[in-house]
């Protein structure tokens, strides 16, 4: 009992019983006293060889006066008991015990062999009899032998039921064992001071089963205040002092008998030619000896199946609670032998369905008749794909996807088009004959997702717009400044007559100045978007050295190429590569920019260009400036320069502030973005620090070529059967579109610009299909249509372009939709304008290109119709020696 209640005070962790009962009761049970085999050994051997040595010192050493032999009515009553012992004997022999009770079954069966024993020896020969002095009892001295060892046996087997330590099992069976012992001494004693000393020595000997009965009585109160009531120790308990109190009945039986007989003899005069006292120690012995260690046995081979029972009972008051009450969907299947699944849903699911469609649920339906997929499934190895957020499954199609897939998300949709966003958790079982499945609603949860993101939507807009605003602002105040003011040079110029003279020179920079703002307008455009996650990267035929060249600073000298020297490999006939324009000449011009910043002041720049196998490998060398000796700190590759925000110059700034003014310092950003715009190519960066260099390191894949030799684009045209319709709202894109039709070679017949009002934009798609009826069966339409039309008039309303195109072709025959090649143009870019374009239209055409419109056009053409349809120049006849 104290260690039980020590270790609740201790927060000691008691286990459950095991599912399998014949693997042991209790992982606790490993520890108790009477699980160990060394302790059953000593019982077994030690209880069986006390007695004998009792028995032959009362056999050798009792005089032959004492010894007596039976009378018919004492034999009779002993053939008998041991004929019962010898059937139990026989019962129990037979019997399987359980693991965790083997030793327990071998000490009651070695008590049961020692009380025969006893009545067999009785039975065949004369046995020590003493008489008592004081009372004049006839005492059988190998009764009192047998109850001594015994005694001590059933006294350790009950108190060790739930013991861990030898030490309360082994003094409560020695005080039983010595109460024995006293009360076979007191037909010894003469002395009446002594007897009544050795009575009184044995009766509180004896008491102690009284007291270890109140102690377990006390622990047990104790217990079901602290513990429920199926837990394992309160259960232990029990089982002790239900036991306890059994073993109090039938000891209690032969001391009052003793006690009796005793009493009658020494104050009434009892003395009985038969005798009877005798005959009823046998009975008590040999009911005691049956009853009781089968009692002992049989409840603690019980014990395991009450606990299993109390915890199948408790288990199932749980899970009622859980199916009945819980808020989840708990859905259990299994699948049956004809293919088909029997599934019961808890009532929760009425939420979702509803009532009357979860009834056939609730109450566990077969579905799947005769479909055999689940088996087809297993036959061929293959599984339902996983659902994704937004697909609906019905119920019957939810159950047989949960049985592949352990966890998704998708929307459960009743009859009446209701649907609700659910997650949903399966665990099949290891036989793969059942499968437990929980299911969430999570609608509100969607929603509320969908609001946050909304929400970090707007800020992220509202944050872009005032960089661009800032930004745009600045840049385009500044371009413009320089035109207005080269317009302002060019008047004065032409107001002087020397317009001539100046004229081309002039317009020549006001275009530089212009494409150099529009260019810086979209570079940080794109440069926002790679930082938001916004851009798609957008591949066209790049000669690299041409981008970099451009890239470069002048220097006042004009000795650009000296310091910035490139140098490719293949050092000749470099290719062309589809890669990004703009990404690329981001990051090599940040590069460029952080190596004249933080390099040697003037130093040499290079740069070497290489393309093998597909991938492009950029690297940017410079000499070490202000601060390198700090860079060299950090040995090897530096990957964490690219992380956001990482100022690599700001230490050394701090080392040497007269050294650094604050324009060399960036905030953090730049190697950030030049990571982020490599990563949008499927490319990445790397930074290293050695003695005497820098060295930076991009690289990306880089296709040579796409599926067509591109060499065409310079030369080709579409002046053969080739009619073009052109849209546009502004009168200076239609100058645009009228140029590039005839950049393409189409003749100026054949082009239709439409936009100049309302009604031309509003009837196009009329004007495209009565085309097709006037042109040649073999003639092909170009169609290139703004995206934003804005009509004149009160309303100002705007029209989509690829809309409009999307509804034209939905109205043309299969035969004359082949023939056209429609585009839509617009300055907005974003991956999604781009997906609805395409969705819409053959393809897109920015207003802000990175290559020539005429070769855009032509790449669309040729991928649309083939080679066969461009017109290319005539090549010279070869004269056949060549």
Request: hydrophobic share 40%; proline share 4%.
């Amino acid at each position: 009992g104290a260690r039980h209640m020590a270790n609740l005070r201790h927060g000691a962790k008691y286990h459950d019983p095991p599912a399998r009962l014949e693997e042991g009761w209790n992982e606790g049970d490993l520890g108790c006293v009477l699980n160990s085999w060394r302790v059953g050994v000593a019982l077994i051997l030690g209880g069986p060889g006390t007695m004998a040595a009792l028995n032959w010192a009362l056999f050798a050493l009792s005089p032959k006066e004492h010894f007596k032999v039976l009378g018919p009515t004492e034999s009779m009553v002993v053939v008998l008991s041991l004929t019962i012992q010898m059937m139990a004997l026989l019962q129990q022999a037979t019997r399987r015990s359980l693991g965790a009770t083997l030793w327990t079954s071998r000490i009651v069966f070695t008590v049961k062999l020692m009380a025969a024993f006893t009545n067999y020896c009785l039975y065949m020969w004369p046995t020590p009899f003493v008489v008592d002095s004081l009372t004049g009892r006839p005492n059988c001295m190998l009764r009192f032998s047998e109850w001594a060892s015994v005694g001590f046996l059933m006294a350790f087997v009950v108190d060790g039921l739930d013991a861990t330590h030898l030490r309360g099992p082994l003094i409560f069976a020695v005080c039983q064992c010595l109460s024995s012992s006293f009360g076979a001494c007191l037909a010894f004693v003469s002395s009446p001071w002594l007897w009544g000393t050795l009575l009184a020595m044995a009766v509180t000997l004896f008491c102690t089963l009284f007291v270890r009965l109140y102690e377990r009585h006390q622990l047990l109160r104790q217990l079901e205040h602290v513990l429920p009531p199926d837990a394992y120790p309160v259960l232990r308990v029990q089982l002790a002092l239900r036991l306890g109190y059994q073993c109090c009945f039938f000891w209690s039986l032969l001391v009052i008998s003793w006690g009796s007989d005793a009493y009658g003899r020494a104050f009434l005069g009892y003395n009985p030619t038969t005798d009877w006292c005798f005959i009823i120690d046998c009975v008590v012995d040999v009911t005691a000896k049956l009853l009781y260690p089968d009692i002992v046995q049989n409840d603690s081979q019980a014990f395991p199946i009450v606990v299993a029972s109390l915890r199948g009972q408790e288990a199932t008051k749980r899970m009622e609670f859980v199916w009945n009450d819980a808020t989840d969907v708990i859905i259990v299947s299994r699948r049956l032998k004809n293919g088909s699944f029997s599934t019961a849903a808890s009532p929760s699911l009425a939420v979702l369905i509803g009532r009357e469609e979860a009834a056939p649920w609730i109450n566990c339906c077969c579905h799947g008749h005769g479909s055999g997929d689940f088996e087809r499934m297993l036959s061929e190895g293959t599984k339902p794909g996983l659902p994704t957020r937004d697909e609906s499954l019905s119920m019957a199609e939810l159950v047989l996807v949960a049985w592949w897939h352990s966890s998704f998300t998708c929307r459960l949709t009743r009859s009446d088009g209701v649907s609700h966003v659910c997650g949903v958790s399966a665990s099949v079982s290891e036989d793969a004959a059942g499968c437990v499945m929980i299911l969430r609603d999570e609608t509100d949860r969607e929603r509320l997702m969908e609001m946050e993101r909304q929400v970090l939507a707007a800020s992220i807009e509202q944050r872009k717009d005032e960089e661009a605003n800032r930004f745009t602002r600045h840049e385009v105040k500044n371009g413009v400044l320089s035109a207005i003011s080269q317009l302002d040079t060019l008047h004065s110029e032409v107001a002087l007559g020397n317009a001539s003279t100046n004229l081309v020179h002039m317009l020549g920079s006001m275009r530089k100045g212009l494409s150099q703002t529009l260019e810086t307008v979209l570079s940080q455009a794109m440069a926002r978007d790679v930082m938001h996650g916004n851009y798609l990267p957008r591949n066209s035929p790049c000669l690299v050295t041409q981008a970099f060249e451009g890239e470069m600073l002048e220097e006042v000298d004009g000795s650009r190429k000296a310091r910035f020297p490139i140098k490719t490999m293949p050092a000749h006939a470099f290719p062309k590569i589809d890669i990004d324009r703009r990404l690329l000449s981001l990051i090599y011009r940040n590069a460029i920019s952080n190596a004249c910043k933080y390099g040697k002041r003037d130093g040499v720049v290079s740069t070497e260009v290489e393309l093998a196998q597909g991938k492009l490998m950029v690297r940017v060398e410079n000499e070490p400036g202000i601060g390198h000796a700090h860079l060299l700190e950090m040995q090897g590759e530096a990957g964490f320069v690219f992380q956001k925000g990482v100022q690599l110059h700001a230490d050394a700034r701090h080392m040497n502030p007269t050294e650094f003014t604050s324009s060399t310092i960036s905030k953090g950003d730049g190697g950030w973005i030049m990571m982020r715009c490599a990563e949008c190519m499927h490319g990445s960066c790397s930074i290293r620090f050695y003695p005497d260099r820098t060295v930076f390191e991009m690289s990306c894949p880089a296709p040579e070529q796409g599926q067509f030799d591109e060499a065409f684009l310079d030369s080709a045209q579409l002046s053969s059967c080739v009619w073009a319709v052109g849209v546009e709202d502004s009168a200076q894109q239609r100058r645009v579109l009228r140029l590039i039709f005839r950049q393409l070679g189409i003749p100026m017949d054949r082009v239709t610009i439409l936009g100049e009002n309302e009604e031309e934009i509003v009837t196009m798609g009329n004007y495209v299909t009565g085309l097709f009826e006037r042109i040649p069966p073999d003639a092909a339409v170009l169609l290139v249509v703004d995206e934003n039309l804005d009509l004149d008039g009160p309303a100002e309303e705007t029209v989509s372009g690829s809309l409009s195109v999307q509804r034209m072709r939905q109205g043309l025959s299969p035969a004359n939709e082949a023939r056209l090649l429609s585009l839509v143009r617009s300055a907005n870019d974003s991956e999604r304008d781009l997906a609805l374009y395409l969705s819409r239209t053959h393809g897109f055409i920015s207003k802000a290109p990175n290559e020539p419109d005429r070769f855009a056009i032509l790449r669309k053409w040729a991928d649309r119709f083939g080679m066969e349809r461009v017109t290319l120049p005539t090549l010279p006849q070869a004269d056949g020696r060549d």
